[in-house]
Antibody, heavy 123, light 111 residues
Framework: QVQLQESGPGLVKPSETLSLTCSVS?????????WGWIRQPPGKGLEYIGN???????YYNPSLKGRVSISLDKSKNQVSLKVTSVIDTDTAVYYC????????????????WGQGTLVIVSS | QSVLTQPPSMSGAPGQRVTISCTGN?????????VHWYQQLPGTAPKLLIY???NRPSGVPDRFSGSKSGTSASLAITGLQAEDEADYYC???????????FGGGTKLTVL
């Protein structure tokens, strides 16, 4: 059974870079699937940040305006997220999740999630 | 502001039926792309509840059902139970964004 665990600093200063890692166990990240990041500001809804495919290609939500990068570390079976030039609205619980791609008319389906990690942007 | 629109909150008494709506447009729900629904219990990650409009993963009670029509989708919960108190999110695919979109979430309170 696949398990995902996010880790990283819980506090980041404005204008700095947010860096998180998602450690995956029970499944090789190179075997298939997409590895996505989703965030949830306190008391608000879910926002899809982007993903990396098992072969390394990526997709980023246009709303994040080029501040995001997602990558694979195959040797450690980990997925990483970086968000540059953070501001207070980047404060959120960040989740990593495994999902499928689009299959016919079936949108990506998120079948495994990490527990999430809270990142606060504050000086 | 979420691409898909859900009522922020709903409530119902135990045993009642509630229906949560999810409204999109011609770039997402109005396309042939299906809708998924997730349940998020307090302090936990979302869990898949309904996939491809109407299907339940193994272990999800048949009190939960989904539907889609036009630019909207709905999640119905019958025989409401205290354990159903949670946030519910719809999710689909947007062809203009070429990416995943979520609804803003609906907080369901069991009275």
């Amino acid at each position: 059974q696949v398990q995902l665990q996010e880790s990283g600093p819980g506090l980041v200063k404005p204008s700095e870079t947010l860096s998180l890692t998602c450690s995956v166990s029970g499944y090789s990240i190179t075997s298939g699937h997409y590895w996505g990041w989703i965030r949830q500001p306190p008391g608000k809804g879910l926002e899809y940040i982007g993903n990396v495919y098992h072969i390394g290609s990526t997709y980023y939500n246009p709303s994040l305006k080029g501040r995001v990068s997602i990558s694979l570390d195959k040797s450690k079976n980990q997925v990483s997220l970086k968000v540059t030039s953070v501001i207070d609205t980047d404060t959120a619980v960040y989740y990593c999740a495994r999902h499928s791609g689009v299959v016919g008319t079936i949108p990506p389906l998120f079948d495994s999630w990490g527990q999430g990690t809270l990142v606060i942007v504050s000086s | 502001q979420s691409v898909l629109t859900q009522p922020p909150s709903m409530s119902g008494a135990p045993g009642q039926r509630v229906t949560i709506s999810c409204t999109g447009n011609s770039s997402n729900i109005g396309t042939p792309y299906a809708v998924h629904w997730y349940q998020q219990l307090p302090g936990t990650a979302p869990k898949l509840l309904i996939y491809a409009n109407v299907n339940r993963p193994s272990g999800v009670p048949d009190r939960f059902s989904g539907s889609k029509s036009g630019t909207s989708a709905s999640l119905a919960i019958t025989g409401l139970q205290a354990e159903d108190e949670a946030d519910y999110y719809c999710q689909s695919y947007d062809i203009s964004l070429s990416g995943v979109v979520f609804g803003g979430g609906t907080k369901l309170t069991v009275l």
